[in-house]
């Protein structure tokens, strides 16, 4: 928007005189009335009955009121100034360029009354709410942007329920058949239909909630839209309004998209990927890892290979550098660690300690060690480890909720205990008790605040047990799990890739995982 000033007084040749511009302001030197010349507009007839009035009022001899009489014309003229302001829509491209005349006339003492449109240079008063407005305008367009993701994630996910629906129907339909027969050579066949109806009927409560959040997300959209249409409509006439209100307004759909969009990131695992493998390197056993805490586009793996007495971690620029490359750089602890249970969260290696229960924080960046704090009661130097030993005892996590320590005490009699972990001083923060011995376990991750269980490290393992921290409540599962080099020995979810990575018998693999979300709108 241009903002044109007006300045009254006398010209010449030389600049300006008289009433002098605003001082912010400077005027180019070669800018004239042009009192002597055509104006620019065809306005002839309204000057020409301007200075017959000035010189009527001169030559009745009002002296006394010329000042006055030129502030109302200036207060006029700025005003007209003032409401070309806002319908004017573009700027000069070169700020001398955007100086003009607008209209000059001569008084009765012969001196050429100038006013003159400036180029954008300074801010009237009105200019701080128009930034607001544009801020909040900025705002709510980011936040659309956000729904329209969320939107088109949860029109996906709907036509998925909405198929496995029609199949839950078609299998009803065809349970009814079977039960109504009674014929036993159907038996076999009844009983695999129920069993796969039992499974099945939980979800009809998803597809209903589901469709109930799609509700949701175009509430949340014509909300946006309607926003941006009074600040559009704020901004193009910037007549007054209530700022305090409209920024409540904003702020509240701001904290609840932010809501609905962190209840997306976590949900119920239900299924995992077949396995990708990444590339075949070290020995059997051994931790690799990508940081959840890296800015996008940082894609640095950290590799440990083996599990016991070693202190020497590689790290490669990237992902593609790890699959293709042996370019690394190595990094020495200042201990040995014990197990395969390491995590990098923001550049920081968190292990336990060779044959101690201590756990050590250490910057990579700068081969500090920040913290070390001993992990009270857990088991030791394959005291309680996976089943397939390799001093597992303490396995570390990384979840959307933070950092967790998996480990068994005597005090519980070898079961797994799960702590949630300060990041920045390893105090535990609370416990759970699952009362599931460590041993019976091939490995775990932590996903969303709740742990999962393989039943083995060999061929045929599955996910089978869960232990949910939020409800402090166990299930137990069947979700198939391919373990194509039989033998694992390290397994960890990432938040940022969603994905599981793992050591098994010498290769690294990764694994897409797949989870419910589920979110009550009392909740937003």
Known sequence: MSHPVAALGSSSSSGFRGFAPDPRLPVPPGLTCGCGREPERDRSAERAGAVRRHRQRSGRGMEPEQGRGRGRVRILTLGILLLSSQLSQVLPDNA???????????????????TVVAPQQTLCSRDARTKQLRQLLEKVQNMTQSIEVLDRRTQRDLQYVEKMETQMRGLETKFKQVEESHKAHLSRQFQALKSRMDELLPLIPVLEQYKADAKLVLQFKAEATNLTAVLAELQEEIGPFDYEELLARVSNLENRLRACMQKLACGKLTGI???????????????WMTDPASPEGDTKVYYMDGYHNNRFVRVY????????????TVYRLPHPWSGTGQVVYNQTLYFNKYQSHILIKFHIPTERLLTQRSLDYAGYNNMYPYSWGGHSDIDLMVDEGGLWAVYATNQNAGNIVISKLDLGTLEVIRSWNTGYPKRSAGEAFMICGTLYMTNSHLGGAKVYYSYNTNTSTYEYTDIQFHNQYSHISMLDYNPKDRALYTWNNGHQVLYNVTLFHIIKSDEL
């Open 96 to 114: 001398e360029d955007g100086w003009r005349v607008f209209s000059s006339a001569p008084d009765s003492e012969g001196r050429c009354i100038c």
């Open 273 to 287: 990927s077949n396995p990708f493998t990444v590339k075949t390197s070290g020995s059997r056993f051994g931790a």
């Open 317 to 328: 620029k990237s992902l593609q550098d790890f699959m293709g490359t042996d370019n690394f």
